[in-house]
């Protein structure tokens, strides 16, 4: 009986998926993918061409609010997730296509970080993308002197090199506590 019992449990083992997902920790089904061109003209989906851990946000380099705090925290998260042997790539989704052209974001990226990617693409791809993130995007007004001023959203998110959604980061949280969240993901391989 006893012998019986183990085949059947070992049986019933072997049925299993070879790697059962884990249950996602968020209310709502985020991440997903997406085809977009970086600021050199490349294709680039969600996954990174190199396997690195991504710092995604979805933003504009013309920002005056959020992005002047996410776009440098991203960019001070991945210096300091290098320093402890973790390569992450901050990348920027456009909610301003018309502005951040590629040649605009080439400009001003770099400036953030030299591995700073920011992507763009037609209306519909970046519509796509925002919908698989949960990002809504709007103009809220027209400033005279810098243009549309957007509404969109604030969470920078950690992604695997595969564009899987690991977690969310609050753009507020210190750049070495960021740095200490991916390199946790980094070190538990997933």
Partial sequence: MRAALRIAIFAALLAL????????????????PFALVDQNGAERTEADPEGRLQLLFFGYAECQAICTVALPRMAEMAELAAEAGVAVR???VTVDPARDTEEAMRGALPGYHPDFVGLTGPEEALAAAR????VESKVVFEDPQLGPV???GSFIYLLDGAGKLLTLI?????????AGIVARYAKAGL
């Fill in 17 to 32: 998926p070879a790697k059962a997902e884990a249950p996602s920790p968020f209310p709502v089904a985020l991440g997903g």
């Fill in 90 to 92: 901050p990348v920027l």
């Fill in 131 to 134: 919908k698989a993130f949960g």
């Fill in 150 to 152: 957007y509404a969109h």
């Fill in 170 to 178: 609050p753009p507020v949280v210190d750049p070495a506590h960021g």
